[in-house]
């Protein structure tokens, strides 16, 4: 037992790392309390280190409770709007959805003309200290990049509203024009267009003028609240929160194959930057509008010309046939590679049932045929 308790104590002495006396060229802040010394200059990695954990678990606690009273002052400042809009109008104890701490939402259903609503938070990561400083330099080395709370009403809508004829309206805000094309394949559908109903900082995207043309006319003939559209969507109150307002009959991402009759669905689509809670209730007047522009669309739909229908009918029959070709054309590529595969398969188990001399023999004849494959390709150069 001894001599373990020998090998034990000249083990501890060997792992033991050695005694550093404290330097008598110290200048700094010094505390002294009997033997002990704490200098906090020797400690300065370590004080960083604190410090910028005490600072991420500040912004942690802080961001995470300015996400949620954000998101729940928009609601408070619009409960009575969905309250009176829909039987029901979101989860059963009022609140907002909480999916992570930067994602909200709140699912209506119950309304005339109106499958469902979804409306979406996606808030900045105010939580998170590291994603903010990867935010702030993204925004210095791009240009057009934008971090912002932003939130979505995507309005499902019964097959019924706009009319028998399908098309694509939006009316956008040129400072996100450029990211609204990247983001919506269905804007593709369009061409751009500034419109002397709208203020210079808004410009419209529509598939053919006559649509604009009829579908103001609706609004500024209606006797429901779509008539305060233009107004709410020009109020100087409204404008810095608008990004977008879409109709749409069509996916707002690429397909990968045309889609069938009963597979299309129609979709009103507002995107606002969530405003400041003291400032929540600033975009309630376009949010009644545009409740009031879902029972114009349903009730009394704009009219086109019949040149307009059939130009929007061959549209979508144009792109149903590109993306059938598409579809096919990846098929194949897929039956291909699988033939290979399957192939190259075989080739590998029919190698190694051959003995070695043999797999070498195979090898080299196969290095011969790609030699002089490539040989023959550099001729014909």
Known sequence: MSVLNQYAAILGKALQPPYVPPSDQYNG????????????AEYRTEGYLVAFLLAYLITWFFGSRTISQKAKAWLKAHRSLYGAQFSKPSPANGELVQDGFTSYFIFSTGRRYVKTLHSTFEMRPLHDLLQLIVNFGWGLYFFDYKSEDVLQLDFHLQPSVGGPSSWVWAIVNKNYLNQSRQERWDLSFTKTSDHPSLPITLTVMTEAADVTDALFKSISSSNTQAKNLLTAISDPVVQPYFHSLIITDQPGERPKT??????????????????PSSKAADTLPLVQAVFGLVDLLGGNPPQLRPDTKNKLRKMREDVDVELKKDAEKEKREQEEDAKRSEKAKKKEEKIAKLSAAEQKKLLEKDQKRAFRKAQGKMVKK
């Open 29 to 40: 802040l010094e505390f002294k309390w009997w033997k002990f010394a704490f200098r906090p």
């Open 258 to 275: 045309a889609l069938n009759a009963d597979e299309k669905e129609r979709h009103l689509v507002l995107t606002l930057t969530v405003p």
